[in-house]
């Protein structure tokens, strides 16, 4: 790969003037120019002249014998060296060692040019490449060396360090690397004194293992005023001059990119087209974009199809990751090496958390930590070493491991013998989460703790699995009907209801108080419920009652009351309906759960509404939003707008039924929740089909868009509003526009909807 330096004219101008010893004022006199006229070139406001570029300030400089640099300067002028470097400066200048980098380096351009123009111009002289093992962190210093090196007066050096395992040995290997003659002082001073009046540009690969060699770098640079320092390292060696940039995964598209480059390499009659480029894509995606592992998988495209390879990638990751080419160095032809290398220079400590993380699933927060016995010290030593990052989720701030290294962790896991009881502590950790949650998923602080526990969801699924798995049944009745709300809210009702349906039946035999068994009846009809299976929802409704009324808990009671209430409303039953919903009431209101009885009033607007009587369902559906605003839950703040924005439609008041459901939106949007965003397009549609019956159908086709991919049902009460609409909408543009702004609106992704509901 070849790459020019990537400063700007004026960068490299304020960069030469400065080695030169020269203030703006001198540079100015021996040029010719003015002071201004000098900080205007530097600044970038004002374009250089390359003829004068060569003409002034070449001599100004004192760059006539160093003619690398003086090209390079015209270069960056827009002159005619741009055009045909070579010829004024030597590939490689004198001295230089650099590995030549034997094939082409994709989609790190902006990493080089960033790399380069920072460790040009800042004085501390020192840059570190961090990153985990094959994010390719040797590549792009080799890279920007390559670029760097006609900069440098003396050139550029690579130093490989992976052999050496004691820091006392760095200076003697970089000596020998220089070629620096033995005499009788230590390796240090000779390396400092050869070094002193030198402009050479150093590369230290892997210097991870030999960290307390960093005072010798300090050293190099305090006492070499010309030498540059680029360090590649799983950790940041924690000097003042230092500047570290952490390697960042490719980019989906690069990774693609460099998948397909190194299979023709392999095999250069392949050809990729179709469902093949879908494959690529989660092939990368399951490799985090570390180049390394797009290689080694790369290379088996002559005997794998891309599909192969993604079903062996689901089954044995790291068995996959191995094969590669022989001139490279050990650690780097198989993953596994690469990982292990980093995870055998850990303290055990650091061992024990790395291999605990590898425990959960998508990464976990700090109080799981805490929760494992391990201390923040131990954390902040693994993110220095690039073997996990913190990101925000929420309010907090989330511990994420690379899938390739969570997949060595729980081999290491395994190994040690701790799986189980890994297991156990994620289990008990979350179960007092979601207990913890259960309240403020009713409250103001609703979307904080969605935003919590679903950056917790793979967590929290195998949580459950392992309960089941592991005969912990009362745990995973805690921690599921704990979440009812979250499941609910955010879509997770299918595989939620499986693994319900898989506890219930584990449950048979089993001795469960009867507060437990109505929690979790509750929690499974109300997900059968939202799913249109209202046969179960009722059953499990009606045995939550019994359970409730053995237990004597009144919120269970008003729970399952609710929700057959609403199940006989569904059914056309409404005096039933009335009579559930009014006994839910008189519990709720006991109790002073607000929550609760906005949840009843809103069945008995729905009952009155169902009479046609709009006067007492606009009361109903008015004092179920009072309830829910001091609850402060958004979720069915959002759902009590939506039942008002219906009795204004009635009326005929679409300004106001715009309101209430641009207000349920904004909620509905914000949580992501289907349940609440469906119905809510839906009315707005209604409200649309006046004045734009093609928006109006986009938005209907959104709503059912948005229902089949949740695989939320639309209640039988609701089910001829929903018609209605259809038909009439269906007759304003006729089959063949209205199926074409429906396709157009079907469309279910989140920042599509939010575009289409603007003012």
Known sequence: MTTSAPTTFGDFLRFLRKRAGLTQSDLGAAAGYSVSFISTLESGKRRPDPAAVSQRFVAALRLENEPNLAARLLELAGGPAALDVSSAAPAHAAGSTLPQLPVELIGRRDDVDWICRRLMVHPGRLMTLTGPPGIGKTSLALAAAHALQSLHRDGARFVALETVEQPELVAATIAAALGIPETPLAA???????????????????????????????????????????VTSRERLRLRAEQVYPVPPLGLAPACALFVERSRAADPTLAFAGDDLDTIEAICRKLDGLPLAIELIAAQSELLSPAALLARLNDRRLDMLQGGASDLPPEQRTLTNAIHRSYSLLPPAEQGLFRALGGFAGGCDLAAVDMLGFDLGTVQALVHKSLIRMEPAGGERRIVQLETLRDYARRQL?????????????????VALAERAEPQLHSATQLDWLHRLEANLPNLFGALDF?????????????????????????HLAETMRRLTLLRAALAAQDLDDHLWARLLNCQATLAFYLGDFDQARGCYTAALEHAERAGNRADLAYALDGLGADAANRDDLAAARAFSEQSLAHALAIDDRWLAGLTLMNLGEIARTENDYVTAGRRYAESLAHLEIAGDPFFVAVAQINQAQVCLHEGNLAAAERYLRRSLDAGLRAESAQVVAPALEKLADVFARRDSTRAVRLFGCAEGLRHASGFAIQPVDQADHDKLHQELLGMLGTPDYHAAFTAGARQEWETIRALVEP
């Not at 009046?197 to 230290?204: G, I, Q, R, T, W």
Request: hydrophobic share 55%; charged share 20%; with cysteine.
């Open 414 to 430: 395994a190994a040690a013998g701790e799986t189980e009881g890994v297991e156990e502590q994620r289990l008990a950790y979350l």
């Open 467 to 491: 309960a089941l798995a592991a005969h912990r049944p009362v745990a995973a009745v805690r921690l599921a009907a704990a979440l009812s709300h979250f499941w609910v809210t955010r879509n």
């Open 188 to 230: 240090d001073q000779r390396l400092a004194a050869f070094l002193r009046d030198k402009e050479v540009l150093l590369a230290l690969d892997n210097f991870e293992q030999v960290t307390a060699a960093a005072t010798l770098v300090a050293e190099l640079l305090a006492g070499c005023p010309l030498v540059r320092v680029l």
